[in-house]
């Protein structure tokens, strides 16, 4: 779609699709922020970085011509080198991953391909299963780095990883080799797949902690985009020619329900912001 004009199915606002919505600070969420584990440091690239924060790529400079609203995440493929660390993640030559700028939920990643098919929409894209597998393994990739980031976040307020956090902190004695505690799997509370519409014109693969929260979760659609069957997780593909997701529905109409409790909230989106919240220090203690 070349056009900034509102699509009823499109789950984000015009505002980010155009860079015009404020953003959070760079360094307050994502993979590899403010503190980076070893395992980002390990996997980020070692690009000259610019100081000021960073903007929308339709919004950079150079790119301006070429990369504008819905095209927005072509800068990232393009020369991802000149993207801070902060945004980028990692890339090599078939794929880039990044952070969202504008996050669903305290955790939310991108995984972009280079690739001439990541022009066509998913459906067709995923029609070609050496690029399938491709996009697959590397979501995987991807998914593993989020799940260790969510783990070094949250893993000190989780029951389960309670050992495992005693041990790396030296409370409780170890045997030398051991391996530690298993703990929580963190990859279980993670979100991965793609939008049934996507509002962007370039292929892109969500891997997102299910929470939910954060200040960019601004409208209904927002939430519903994660939490209906308008999210086809990646290791559904290729879906059958039959396969109901393919059709247009009517899921940002439907019910807003609490993706951990599964209370009902209607259409009241301000009573399910609240409750998520609540939910959010829950879900981090379980």
């Keep these: 779609m070349p056009t900034t004009q509102s699509d009823p199915e499109d789950a984000i606002t015009k505002e980010e699709i155009t860079g015009d919505a404020p953003a959070p600070e760079s360094t307050s969420t994502g993979v590899?922020?403010?503190?980076?584990?070893?395992?980002?440091?390990?996997?980020a690239?070692?690009?000259?970085?610019?100081?000021?924060?960073?903007t929308l790529a339709s919004t950079r400079g150079a790119f301006a011509g070429s990369f504008k609203a819905r095209d927005g995440l072509g800068a990232y493929t393009a020369d991802p080198s000149?993207?801070?660390?902060?945004?980028?993640?990692f890339?090599?030559?078939s794929f880039v991953a990044i952070n969202d700028l504008y996050p669903k939920s305290t955790l939310h990643t991108l995984l972009l391909p280079r690739s001439p098919r990541s022009r066509l929409h998913p459906?067709?894209?995923f029609e070609d299963p050496e690029f399938l597998a491709a996009v697959q393994a590397e979501t995987a990739r991807l998914k593993r780095l989020a799940a260790k980031e969510l783990q070094r976040r949250y893993g000190k307020f989780s029951a389960q990883d309670k050992l495992r956090e005693a041990v790396l902190n030296g409370e409780v004695e170890w045997e030398d080799g051991a391996p530690l505690p298993v703990g929580r799997d963190w990859h279980k509370e993670l979100l991965v797949g793609i939008h049934r519409h996507p509002s962007m014109n370039d292929l892109h693969v969500h891997v997102l902690s299910r929470d939910m929260v954060s200040e960019c979760m601004r409208h209904r659609k927002h939430y519903q985009s994660f939490t209906t069957p308008f999210l086809i997780d990646i290791a559904d593909f290729p879906l059958a020619?039959?396969?109901?997701?393919?059709?247009?529905?009517h899921h940002f109409?439907?019910?807003?329900?609490?993706?951990?409790?599964?209370?009902?909230?209607?259409?009241?989106?301000?009573?399910?912001?609240?409750?998520?919240?609540?939910?959010f220090e829950e879900w981090k203690r379980e």
Excluded: T
């Design 123 to 125: 459906f067709d894209a």
């Design 82 to 89: 000149s993207f801070p660390q902060s945004r980028v993640i």
């Design 91 to 93: 890339y090599n030559d």
């Design 253 to 279: 109409d439907e019910d807003m329900r609490c993706w951990r409790c599964g209370k009902n909230f209607g259409n009241q989106f301000k009573k399910l912001k609240e409750h998520l919240a609540v939910e």
């Design 241 to 249: 020619p039959d396969d109901p997701r393919r059709l247009s529905g």
């Design 32 to 43: 590899g922020g403010a503190k980076r584990s070893a395992f980002a440091e390990l996997m």
């Design 45 to 54: 690239p070692k690009p000259k970085k610019p100081k000021e924060p960073p």
